[in-house]
């Protein structure tokens, strides 16, 4: 065959990881097949199978495959028990996730390469997307991963299995977390949450997972665009209140925000430097979405990328009493009175002492203590306690600020950080040039778990030159939910852990990769870990094309 435009590289074993891989995996092929067919895409499926049990039958056999795969080119490379034991964890962790694609890199012939897992499929804007040829060798295109319920319709048309996908949704990877919707995709309310269930009050694109904070309470961090969503439309006018406060790096100038209906009609704009209220008044029919815009500066740090604008701590819906008169939209923004210096104290430190406990990030806090000793202790700590505290004191800020120049992607805040990059299911759909996957030699082979292996390489790639490009919805990918453990999920984590350290297979921490994404930044050039024989270069496999 010709050279493909598009190689996609898969690693698997039939060994049912996370229960029904066959038919899971058998949607997969047959899915991209026809879409492959049905967009005229020049490609090839590489199906890397690591370490195959010698009990059950191999891919080639226990998969159906096609007489003709159409303009889809399909290749089974085989990496034996042999070499697999070579490797330090091998007992215990019978398929190398990253290791493995690495192989179907290494070997591939398309012109660009997308390293995605055997349980996806695209949505029909995706593959239109592909089919187009219109991709760029200077970027590196992620997506948001959509994690659809498990009983997608085996055998049945490709049209059939995306419409069931998109009304049986579970939860949706965004670069801002990961979010439970309904099946329909509309966002949900956390137990605790910045709206009160049955409000009418939900949180669209550009909002953070809620936080607490002590006995200030529950709050979502925003971006500098956030949409309110609004469930109803009342036949009366309505106001919103929200209680909202600025973000840690907009104390030294006001932040200004201004309200905007879908259509992007300014309703009002106002500055906040401190914890205000914000009053919304909206007449019937009130519009379904609303777009809080932001404007000002931010701080970021070594140990979390993000942009935090501003907090919300809670959002209010009333229905208003009319006169007669017409009401018309319109906003306010009032400052509220200050919290008691005591109370922001025991807050916080209330706040640092159940984290440290639990474990997980920490948000920004500036201590209101006197000029100087704020900027000692303005400070960003997360799980790895006061020893971070200690890292990002004074001095270290003093000599981060005196390094050199960020990455062109960044505004480039004073405290050195990686950009804040869409690594959340980045394994499932990580798309760029094949001489990108070469020049970085794939990703790092290290002998762990591939937990944040995939997360090192986006960074990597992104200073590397493919500046990172989000495909935008209707865009995305659906992930077909497995069992509960055998991989990352919110209500698998714990189990997964426990069976990682059960076993003493080490993991990648997220941290760490923060960090080196910080490296990579300060050089503004990838950190490359693998030898030039990566990918199993040197090791000649069996190679099979299944269906002929």
């Given at each position: 065959m010709?050279?493909?435009y598009?190689?996609l590289?898969?690693t698997a074993?039939?060994d049912d990881?996370g229960?029904?891989l066959?038919?899971?995996?058998?949607?997969?092929v047959d899915?991209?097949?026809?879409?492959?067919?049905?967009?005229n895409i020049?490609?090839?499926l590489?199906?890397?199978?690591?370490?195959?049990?010698?009990?059950r039958?191999?891919?080639?056999n226990?998969?159906?495959?096609?007489?003709?795969?159409?303009?889809?080119?399909v290749?089974?490379?085989?990496?034996s028990p042999?070499?697999?034991?070579?490797?330090?964890?091998g007992?215990?962790?019978?398929?190398?996730?990253?290791?493995?694609?690495?192989v179907?890199i290494r070997?591939?012939?398309?012109r660009f390469?997308?390293?995605?897992?055997?349980?996806?499929l695209?949505?029909?804007?995706?593959a239109?997307?592909l089919g187009?040829?219109?991709l760029?060798p200077?970027?590196?295109?992620r997506?948001d991963?959509?994690?659809?319920?498990?009983?997608v319709?085996?055998g049945a048309?490709?049209?059939?299995q995306?419409?069931?996908?998109?009304?049986?949704l579970i939860?949706?990877?965004?670069?801002?977390?990961t979010?439970?919707?309904t099946p329909?995709?509309?966002?949900?309310?956390?137990?605790?949450?910045?709206?009160?269930?049955?409000?009418g009050?939900?949180?669209?694109?550009?909002?953070f997972?809620?936080?607490?904070l002590?006995r200030?309470?529950?709050?979502?961090?925003a971006?500098?665009?956030?949409?309110i969503?609004?469930?109803?439309?009342p036949?009366?006018?309505?106001?919103?209140?929200?209680?909202?406060?600025?973000g840690?790096?907009n104390?030294?100038?006001?932040?200004?925000?201004?309200v905007l209906?879908?259509d992007g009609?300014s309703i009002?704009?106002?500055?906040m430097?401190?914890?205000?209220?914000?009053t919304?008044?909206?007449?019937?029919?009130?519009?379904?979405?609303?777009?809080?815009r932001?404007?000002?500066t931010?701080?970021?740090?070594?140990s979390d990328?993000?942009?935090?604008?501003?907090?919300?701590?809670?959002v209010?819906?009333?229905?208003?009493k009319?006169h007669g008169g017409?009401?018309?939209s319109?906003?306010?923004l009032?400052r509220?009175?200050?919290?008691?210096?005591?109370?922001?104290l025991?807050?916080q430190l209330?706040y640092?002492?159940?984290k440290l406990?639990?474990?997980?990030?920490?948000?920004?806090l500036?201590?209101?203590v006197?000029?100087?000793?704020?900027?000692?202790?303005?400070?960003?700590?997360?799980?790895?306690?006061f020893t971070?505290?200690l890292?990002?004191?004074?001095s270290r800020?003093?000599a981060?600020?005196?390094?050199s120049?960020a990455?062109?992607?960044?505004?480039?805040?004073?405290?050195p950080?990686?950009?804040?990059l869409?690594?959340n299911?980045?394994?499932?759909?990580?798309?760029?040039?094949r001489?990108?996957?070469?020049?970085?030699?794939?990703?790092?082979?290290?002998d762990i778990f591939?937990?944040?292996?995939?997360s090192?390489?986006?960074?990597a790639?992104?200073?590397?030159?493919?500046r990172?490009?989000?495909?935008?919805d209707?865009?995305?990918?659906?992930?077909?939910?497995?069992?509960s453990g055998?991989g990352w999920?919110?209500?698998?984590?714990q189990?997964?852990?426990?069976r990682?350290?059960?076993k003493?297979?080490?993991v990648?921490?997220?941290?760490?990769?923060?960090q080196?994404?910080?490296?990579?930044?300060?050089?503004?050039?990838?950190?490359?870990?693998?030898?030039?024989?990566?990918?199993?270069?040197?090791?000649?496999?069996d190679?099979a094309?299944?269906?002929?």
């Amino acid at each position: 065959m010709p050279e493909p435009y598009l190689s996609l590289v898969v690693t698997a074993r039939n060994d049912d990881h996370g229960g029904n891989l066959l038919g899971r995996m058998q949607i997969f092929v047959d899915g991209w097949l026809a879409q492959a067919r049905r967009h005229n895409i020049p490609s090839e499926l590489i199906i890397v199978e690591w370490n195959p049990p010698s009990e059950r039958p191999p891919l080639a056999n226990a998969l159906r495959w096609p007489a003709d795969s159409g303009p889809c080119e399909v290749r089974i490379v085989t990496v034996s028990p042999e070499i697999h034991g070579r490797f330090e964890h091998g007992a215990n962790l019978p398929l190398y996730q990253m290791i493995g694609k690495n192989v179907g890199i290494r070997r591939a012939r398309g012109r660009f390469i997308l390293a995605t897992n055997i349980d996806i499929l695209f949505s029909d804007e995706l593959a239109a997307f592909l089919g187009s040829q219109q991709l760029r060798p200077d970027r590196m295109y992620r997506i948001d991963r959509h994690d659809a319920m498990s009983d997608v319709p085996a055998g049945a048309p490709i049209e059939e299995q995306l419409a069931y996908c998109k009304s049986h949704l579970i939860r949706v990877n965004r670069r801002e977390g990961t979010f439970e919707v309904t099946p329909d995709g509309r966002p949900t309310l956390d137990a605790f949450d910045a709206a009160r269930p049955g409000s009418g009050v939900l949180f669209g694109s550009g909002w953070f997972s809620p936080d607490r904070l002590g006995r200030l309470g529950t709050f979502r961090w925003a971006q500098e665009e956030a949409e309110i969503l609004l469930d109803s439309s009342p036949n009366a006018p309505t106001r919103l209140t929200l209680d909202l406060e600025p973000g840690p790096g907009n104390r030294s100038s006001p932040l200004t925000l201004e309200v905007l209906t879908e259509d992007g009609i300014s309703i009002g704009r106002g500055t906040m430097g401190a914890r205000s209220r914000m009053t919304i008044t909206l007449p019937a029919p009130s519009p379904r979405r609303l777009i809080l815009r932001a404007s000002g500066t931010y701080t970021s740090t070594t140990s979390d990328p993000r942009s935090l604008c501003y907090r919300v701590f809670r959002v209010e819906r009333d229905l208003l009493k009319t006169h007669g008169g017409a009401t018309e939209s319109s906003m306010t923004l009032k400052r509220t009175s200050r919290t008691g210096r005591i109370q922001v104290l025991w807050g916080q430190l209330q706040y640092v002492i159940r984290k440290l406990a639990e474990g997980g990030p920490l948000v920004p806090l500036t201590v209101p203590v006197s000029p100087r000793l704020q900027r000692v202790l303005k400070t960003y700590v997360d799980h790895g306690g006061f020893t971070e505290m200690l890292f990002n004191s004074k001095s270290r800020r003093k000599a981060a600020s005196s390094s050199s120049s960020a990455s062109p992607a960044s505004a480039g805040p004073s405290v050195p950080c990686a950009d804040f990059l869409h690594t959340n299911a980045c394994g499932d759909f990580t798309l760029l040039a094949r001489e990108r996957w070469f020049d970085l030699r794939g990703y790092p082979e290290f002998d762990i778990f591939s937990m944040n292996i995939d997360s090192l390489f986006c960074f990597a790639a992104h200073y590397g030159g493919a500046r990172e490009e989000v495909l935008a919805d209707p865009m995305r990918i659906y992930h077909i939910e497995h069992g509960s453990g055998s991989g990352w999920t919110p209500e698998g984590q714990q189990k997964l852990w426990e069976r990682l350290a059960a076993k003493r297979i080490p993991v990648l921490d997220n941290q760490d990769v923060l960090q080196w994404g910080a490296q990579m930044r300060r050089l503004n050039s990838p950190m490359i870990f693998n030898h030039e024989a990566w990918g199993l270069a040197d090791v000649d496999f069996d190679e099979a094309a299944p269906g002929r």
